[in-house]
């Protein structure tokens, strides 16, 4: 039975499990209230969440390795983009037909390369980011090349759209709670077991009954689908989109933003998406200093907070540790 | 070597096999682990598999469950297992507890038991009266299902495995050195609870190195050296380390 202190640290880990996503909420509640260049900021922030929830799902649930998770944003951004800006498509359909894009993309690229493990999966990965980045680039008659596609219309349905930055923060919050309530929704689903079972070992989930290669690739196909959506509404709220935007600086952000955040945990995308998009905007005031303070933040963070700071709170939880009422008779002091 | 207080009775040839392995090769890259093992598990049967480390036992059991690149035919009741699918192998009711446990150290004691019952989905009656059942042999786990299954001892985490399997209710439990890293009282009340399954009617390949444990509940075991199988035992009629001993040696 647990003891009245377990009881205690159990309440007061649950408690506190909860604060790094308070935090977050706390910091988005206070830029629609004080609005201005925070709100963008803020903006940004809550789109890569999208991004690097999409992101974890691959490599925190599954344990697989992508570096190119760019190339399914850049799918979503661009397909939106052009239907909207260049014929004049609604957003909402100009997104799905974009997500539709990036699933083929992933079934396309994933079935033969998900067979691969370790370092050839990640390199497989990185060249699809590679190929639809120089796409974006060489097929000028349709994305512009460099010079991008401009003038795409803001986020709404029929006559109704979303347009000032408040309303935006508003409408991307509850798009990132969707994103979040559905990863939580799928790591407690027999399908985010399943992806937790292969990633600590492929031959054992196998044993249990588990069609590893299928689940890969569905965890895949989820992840692009988070990150084509994310892609959409960048281009959506900024109004412009050009290679760059998707380049390899998106996946090395979103690499960034998972670690310090917290791999594997739900709420660690929002927090390293907040903390890694605050973060330089905290030392702007140091001028020539920033990009060296900002440096030396993220090795602090990454030395004191291993697992990322959402799993800061962890210590705390394992208290549910319970002493056993009955004593193995064979059984003394855990090894 | 001490004697069981009740031995394992010989089951007789008539019971049907339930796994007829013949003449089952497996290769690590260019060395050659196992080479054309023949062995069978009949019905109601616990067959255990002795032999040194490298003796290419767990190779055996790897290969049953297709996890290995073998070439061979086993057989489990009237279907062939294919030599490659393992979740095709166990969704045919071939079940095995992995040497070192093959825990999910990050999850619950829950969650793994939830993962055990993946073929029928993890929750509703059927995986109630599954855990129930699993929960009654190893009333620990009951103690510790919110637990992160890492942090357990050895012992419990062994329960875990072995109960982990159970909810896949198989109808042939394969089962890699058990008593690994265990105390030998541990390992003692593990292997009587495999025994009261196997009573009860659970077929079981067993491999182990702790021989006089292994033999104490064996219908019949076969001694396995330089990947083949180099002797049949009867295990009533080891009364010695002696009489063991030439079996492994000889």
């Known amino acids: 039975m647990p003891t009245s202190r377990n009881s205690t640290s159990t309440s007061f880990g649950r408690i506190l499990s909860w604060v790094p996503a308070a935090l977050a909420v706390a910091l988005v509640g206070y830029a629609i209230v004080v609005g201005g260049y925070i709100v963008t900021v803020a903006g940004f922030a809550l789109i890569y969440a999208v991004f690097v929830t999409g992101l974890n799902i691959f490599m925190g649930y599954a344990g697989q390795a992508s570096f190119g998770q760019n190339a399914f944003a850049a799918i979503g951004g661009y397909t939106s983009a052009v239907l909207t ?21 992933a079934v396309v690229v994933g079935y033969p390369t998900l067979r691969l493990k370790g ?7 990185l060249a699809i980011g590679l190929i639809v980045y120089e796409t974006t680039v060489q097929w000028q008659s349709v994305t512009q090349g460099y010079m991008g596609i401009s003038g795409i219309p803001p ?31 799928i790591r407690n689903s027999r399908f985010g077991r399943a992806l937790v079972a292969l990633s600590g070992s492929e031959d054992a989930a196998r044993a249990l009954g588990i069609d590893v290669a299928r689940y890969k690739l569905a965890a895949f196909i989820v992840s692009a689908t988070y990150a084509s959506i994310a892609g959409s509404m960048f281009v959506h709220i900024v109004g412009f989109v050009s290679p760059e935007v998707f380049g390899m600086n998106m996946v090395i ?12 945990t739900v709420i660690g995308p929002l927090v390293g998406a907040i903390v890694i998009n605050l973060l330089p ?32 709170t962890r210590p705390f939880k394992r208290e549910r540790t319970v002493k056993p009422a009955v004593t193995l008779a064979s059984e003394g002091a855990k090894p | ?62 290969s049953v469950m297709g996890l290995t690149t073998s070439t061979g035919s086993v057989r489990f009741g009237d279907q062939s297992l294919p030599r490659r699918g393992t979740s095709k192998i166990a969704r045919a009711g071939v079940v095995l507890v992995p040497e070192g446990r093959g825990i999910f150290a990050p999850m619950s004691v829950a969650e793994n ?9 993890g929750r509703g009656d059927e995986f109630e009266r599954r855990r129930e059942r699993v929960l009654t042999l190893f009333p620990r786990l009951k103690e510790r299902l919110d637990q992160v299954s890492g942090s357990m001892s050895g012992g419990e985490q062994q329960m875990l495995a072995v109960g982990r399997a159970l909810m896949a209710e198989p109808r ?23 025994g009261q399954l196997n009573r009860d009617g659970l077929p079981i390949l067993l491999v182990e190195q702790k021989a006089p444990l292994a033999l104490k509940l064996a219908n019949r075991a076969c001694v396995m050296s330089n990947g083949r199988i180099s002797a049949e035992v009867d295990p009533r009629e080891i009364n010695s380390h002696a009489d063991l001993a030439q079996f492994y040696f000889n």
């Not at chain 1, 952000?253 to 594997?264: A, D, E, K, P």
């Open chain 1, 281 to 312: 905007e905290t030392f702007r005031a140091l001028k020539d200093y920033q990009d060296l303070v900002y440096g030396i933040a993220l090795i602090l963070l990454l030395i004191y907070a291993p697992g990322g700071l959402a799993a800061l």
């Open chain 1, 253 to 264: 952000l979103g690499f960034t933003m998972l670690y310090v955040g917290g791999i594997g």
């Open chain 2, 172 to 194: 042939l439990l394969l089962l890699d050195e058990p008593s690994l890293g265990l105390a030998p009282k541990v390992t003692a009340e593990i292997l009587e609870t495999l």
């Open chain 1, 85 to 105: 800006a260049t014929y004049g498509w609604p957003p909402v359909p100009a997104m799905l037909i974009g997500v539709a894009g990036a699933i083929v993309c």
């Open chain 1, 155 to 185: 986020l709404g349905i029929g006559s109704f759209e979303i347009v000032s930055d408040r309303a935006q923060l508003i409408f991307l919050s509850i798009v990132v709670a969707i994103a979040m309530g559905s990863a939580w929704l």
């Open chain 2, 1 to 62: 070597m001490a004697q069981a207080a009740v031995q394992a009775p010989a089951i007789a040839g008539a019971q049907p096999k339930i796994l007829d392995v013949e003449n089952l090769s497996a290769r690590y890259g260019q060395v050659e682990a196992l080479h054309s093992v023949s062995i069978s598990v009949r019905a109601g049967e616990l067959v255990a598999v002795l032999g040194p480390n490298g003796a290419g036992k767990s190779t055996l059991l790897r």
């Open chain 2, 113 to 121: 038991l939830q993962l055990g019952a993946y073929m029928i989905g």
């Open chain 1, 119 to 125: 370092h050839y999966l990640a390199m497989a990965t």
